[in-house]
């Protein structure tokens, strides 16, 4: 089992910025990827960022430029750099964590971005 526990968001106005974290622990062993979703309400969870061990990125083209995702892994932790915050960007943000094939979740932080 591999727990993930998020923090880091808040409420901030557009323009702003937030760092999110997410710790992992337990089974971390073999831990192939780890990456950023987000829903909004009424719509579909999205990804928003990824790493994988060999610290490969990719990023939704909304976020593109304006979010950075990075992981520190003597401390286990993956954090997500986030600028120039939008309204569209306002939504629960959850940390992923991808085991082979299992996919494991935290319990998601909410970012709320203000006009």
């Known amino acids: 089992q591999v727990q993930l526990v998020e923090s880091g968001g808040g409420l901030v106005q557009a323009g702003g910025s937030l760092r999110l974290s997410c710790a992992a622990s337990?089974?971390?062993?073999?831990?192939?990827?780890m990456g950023w979703h987000r829903q909004a309400p009424g719509k579909q969870r999205e990804l928003v960022a990824a790493?994988?061990?060999?610290?490969?990125?990719n990023y939704a083209d909304s976020v593109k430029g304006r979010f950075t995702i990075s992981r520190d892994n003597a401390k286990n932790t993956m954090y997500l750099q986030m600028n120039s915050l939008k309204p569209e960007d306002t939504a629960v943000y959850y940390c992923?964590?991808?085991?082979?094939?299992?996919?494991?979740w935290g319990q998601g932080t909410q970012v709320t971005v203000s006009s």
């Open positions: 992923n964590a991808r085991k082979v094939v299992v996919d494991y």
């Open positions: 790493i994988t061990s060999g610290g490969s990125t």
């Open positions: 337990g089974s971390i062993f073999a831990i192939n990827r």
